[in-house]
């Protein structure tokens, strides 16, 4: 028997979700992995610090190394993986995923488990963007493609809700260490069912041009202190020189990427591409979705524990509304793509996102009701927006390019998120005196944070709203190319 005819004979391109089942399970694993593995983890931190005698430190490392490490890889490994093989790559991160798994049964110490969770981070970044990429290859039908990826958001999604939940369960009964051992049985499944149901790469859906590594130094680099910068507004204030300094080291390195990108014969991300219509919208819309979602969760969970004094059960009880919404939506993403289009879809929720904000931080004070409603607004737009934005930026680049543009959309996610908390942090530590974590607020302090949190989230709103009208200016010369070339 040949090695060709012991390689599984894959359909190239599906007509049906049904005919793809084993390709989109080992998908929806990946993605499952990535929204469970931080949700499972974070009830478990305080156990962690007891049974390592981790300092505080320690414990925003815990999460901290594996968010630095996934943000700031993500555009390497999509280059790489748009050049040696996307189901290659995906593969050997999932092996990778596993053993670092494996390897959390043997810490013990604060800094093994650092070291463990920045090489679950490697892991991530070189699974998480192939999802999106290797999901768009199954199918030539936009429609298709947009339901696959609902099916994987869907799966992950029920992982980030159910998380919390499932720790503080396994927590009662066994040891924190299984909460990241079980990322073994989930990187099995995505092996096996990506081996057998995902086709081989095809040489010529690749592109061999030379590694930039110059360039893949200085993203890497430009990313990892846009993730880094926003903690040290929180942690230091921007009355210290660090945040400053590290701002400072952002800009410059992102002018020397993009000036190594634009003089480079092959750069690691042809900055004309990402310039294309389609592309630059989605990212636009992604990026807005992702200010409005972290600086709403953000607030909210602040106003609810802090200002209204409830007790961290009820506060989770309180953000139902955006878990149900986001779980239980999932049918009706498809069918409103397909009424409206996939480039106006993308703008209304996208503005959707950016309203629940705006509604919040206008009337959010006034009661639970308008919280309720800013959720349901926010999980709505993101449900949408979290599908047709990365869709549209797959369609706007080249088939050899589109692992990498999944790279993009997650990295463009990232960092809006921490800007976003990095803009609430700011505005808190110029506007509230004394400790916010104290409990007992004076009224002076009361009438600080709730100013904080108005101005806050206006500034957020402003900047998600300026992403999307932007967005949606691209998106409308986007639709005039395609017009035109249809003419």
Not at 153 to 180: E, K, N, R, Y
Request: with cysteine; net charge neutral.
């Amino acid at each position: 028997m040949t090695a060709e005819q012991t390689t599984p004979i894959v359909p190239r391109s599906h007509r049906s979700l049904r005919e793809a089942w084993v390709a989109l399970a080992g998908l929806s694993a990946v993605f499952l992995f990535e929204m469970l593995d931080n949700s499972i983890l974070n009830v478990a931190l305080p156990t962690i610090g007891r049974d390592l005698n981790a300092s505080t430190t320690a414990l925003q490392w815990v999460t901290g190394s594996y968010a630095v490490v996934f943000g700031g890889l993500m555009l390497v490994f999509g280059a790489i993986a748009d050049r040696f093989g996307r189901r290659r790559i995906m593969l050997v991160g999932l092996v990778l995923l596993g053993v670092a798994s494996l390897a959390t049964a043997f810490v013990t110490s604060p800094e093994q488990l650092i070291a463990v969770r920045a090489t679950m981070g490697v892991a991530a970044a070189m699974t998480t963007p192939g999802s999106m990429a290797l999901a768009f290859r199954l199918f030539e039908e936009d429609g298709l493609r947009v339901r696959a990826i609902t099916v994987i958001s869907t799966v992950g999604l029920v992982g980030l809700a159910i998380g919390p939940t499932v720790g503080g369960l396994v927590l009662a009964i066994a040891p924190w260490q299984v909460l990241l051992l079980v990322n073994v049985p989930i990187a099995l499944l995505a092996i096996v069912c990506i081996r057998f149901g995902v086709s081989a790469d095809d040489a010529a859906e690749l592109h061999r041009e030379p590694t930039d590594v110059a360039g893949a130094v200085l993203g890497t680099v430009t990313i990892v202190f846009a993730l880094v910068t926003p903690t040290l507004f929180v942690d230091d204030g921007p009355g210290s020189w660090i945040p400053w300094a590290a701002t400072a080291a952002t800009v410059a390195a992102a002018t020397l990427f993009v000036l190594r990108e634009r003089s480079a014969r092959h750069p690691l991300l042809d900055l004309k591409l990402v310039a294309r219509p389609l592309v630059s919208s989605g990212l636009a819309f992604k990026a807005a979705a992702g200010l409005a979602t972290a600086g709403l969760g953000y607030l909210v969970t602040l106003q609810l524990q802090l200002d209204w004094g409830w007790p961290p059960a009820l506060a989770a009880i309180g953000m139902l509304p955006q878990v149900i919404v986001l779980i239980a939506s999932g049918p009706f993403v498809n069918p409103f793509v397909q009424r409206v289009g996939l480039e106006r879809a993308a703008w209304l929720s996208a503005a959707a996102v950016v309203l629940g904000l705006a509604v919040y931080a206008v009337l959010g004070g006034l009661g639970y009701a308008w919280v309720a409603v800013s959720l349901v607004l926010v999980a709505a737009g993101m449900r949408v927006v979290g599908v047709v934005a990365g869709v549209n930026v797959l369609r706007g680049l080249p088939e050899n390019r589109t692992t990498i543009g999944a790279a993009l959309v997650d990295t463009a996610s990232e960092v809006a998120t921490a800007v976003g908390i990095a803009v609430i942090g700011t505005v808190l530590a110029a506007l509230f005196s004394g400790d916010i974590a104290s409990s007992g607020w004076s009224a002076q302090q009361t009438a600080e944070f709730r100013e904080s949190v108005t101005i806050a989230g206006l500034a957020l709103t402003v900047a998600a709203g300026a992403l999307v009208g932007w967005g949606m200016l691209r998106s409308r010369r986007a639709a005039g190319a395609g017009a035109g070339a249809a003419g």
